[in-house]
């Protein structure tokens, strides 16, 4: 079993930054590919960013290339997600994810088999 506790979440005027923290309780943390969703009110959960295994390869959705950058510490259990240059449609729930089979970075939210409780990113004009 997997627990997945994210923080860092909150209200911030857009051009601000926000850092995300996953914490994970799985021992075996460093063979989970990891991703972070997001949702907002009334859409479907959509991707945001995905790391693999070694930390070695990422991917981003478009919308947030250039501005985002997720990482992971190993050694920490934890993933996090940088978020620079906030917009109001960053406006979301944030959710941490686990794929425990490892491997590719899938961007497909069904992929995943653990999730955290979210946290919230509020972006203001």
């Known amino acids: 079993q997997v627990q997945l506790v994210e923080s860092g979440g909150g209200l911030v005027q857009a051009g601000g930054s926000l850092r995300l923290s996953c914490a994970a309780s799985?021992?075996?943390?460093?063979?989970?590919?990891m991703g972070w969703f997001r949702q907002a009110p009334g859409k479907e959960r959509e991707f945001v960013a995905g790391?693999?295994?070694?930390?070695?390869?990422?991917r981003y959705a478009d919308s947030v290339k250039g501005r985002f950058t997720i990482s992971r510490d190993n050694a920490k259990n934890t993933v996090y997600l940088q978020m620079n240059i906030l917009k109001p449609e960053d406006t979301a729930v944030y959710y941490c994810a686990a794929d425990t089979q490892g491997g590719l970075i899938f961007t497909a939210y069904w992929k995943y088999d653990h999730w955290g409780q979210g946290t919230q990113v509020t972006v203001s004009l």
């Open positions: 799985r021992r075996t943390f460093s063979s989970d590919t």
């Open positions: 790391i693999s295994r070694s930390g070695g390869s990422t």
